[in-house]
């Protein structure tokens, strides 16, 4: 089985398939097999989940959608609300299952969260016990914008309270306008605990690619060599 990474964010829209996308680049110009997952999307474009492609059109193994992404939602709204409106229970049994499938064949599976750390997934679970299920080290990606040490904080100490790991984090600076940048990530390298991956300059042409390489992904190896 190969090693994996679960990439969770301090909210929706604030840039975890960006940076799910540029870890897959990055785990791959080291000459791994990798493979993207998005156990749980909401929101279709044109009859295609955009996270979803972008994660299999990153990966580098032959990997079916079904793998990738074992829940589809047309709307854009939480989880477990898309899965009741559907009909649908979302069982972490198929996801893990589907994550081992992938694990199988990649040397490293990058898995995007859906939402937040605790977003709900259906009457009872949330997006906690999906991540303690796979039982993976944990990347944050923290949106850097006014609110955002508050939500990182919290959703480090869910993360440690749940009996995960905070393998690394990211900044990733969505708001040319913020003010005191540097003091919030300064603030954060202070308090989050674990090592600092990368900082993202706003940008509106974001390639992953190009990402990829400011990524220090040597900082990760105790979880993957
Ligand atoms: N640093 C950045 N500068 C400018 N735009 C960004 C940046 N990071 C992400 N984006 C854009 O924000 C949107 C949401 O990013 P995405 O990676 O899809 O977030 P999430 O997966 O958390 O919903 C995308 O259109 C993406 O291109
Ligand atoms: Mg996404």
Request: some cysteine; overall charge neutral; charged content about 15%.
């Amino acid at each position: 089985m190969g090693a994996g990474f679960f990439v969770i964010g301090t909210d929706t829209g604030i840039g975890k398939t960006t940076v799910s996308c540029a870890l897959l680049h990055a785990f791959a110009a080291q000459g791994n097999k990798v493979a993207g997952m998005k156990p749980i999307a909401a929101g279709s474009e044109n009859g295609k989940w955009p996270d979803v492609e972008l994660l299999f059109a990153t990966s580098n193994i032959s990997i079916t959608r079904q793998q990738i992404n074992p829940y589809a939602f047309d709307s854009p709204i939480s989880p477990h609300i898309a899965a009741q409106q559907t009909g649908t229970e979302i069982d972490l049994m198929i996801i893990h299952q589907a994550y081992q499938e992938l694990s199988s064949k990649a040397d490293i599976v990058i898995v995007e969260g859906a939402g937040g750390f605790l977003v709900p997934i259906n009457q009872q679970q949330t997006g906690a016990d999906l991540a303690i299920k796979l039982n993976l080290p944990m990347i944050l990606v923290v949106g850097m914008r006014l609110g955002c040490l508050n939500h990182a904080l919290l959703t480090a100490q869910a993360i440690r309270a749940a009996g995960l790991t905070l393998a690394g984090w990211v900044a990733n600076c969505i708001d040319p306008q913020m003010r005191v940048l540097e003091q919030n990530i300064a603030t954060l390298e202070q308090r989050l605990g674990c090592p600092l991956l990368s900082v993202l300059s706003f940008d509106l042409k974001m390639e992953s690619q190009k990402i990829a390489k400011s990524l220090v992904i040597s900082k990760l190896e105790k979880f993957w060599v």
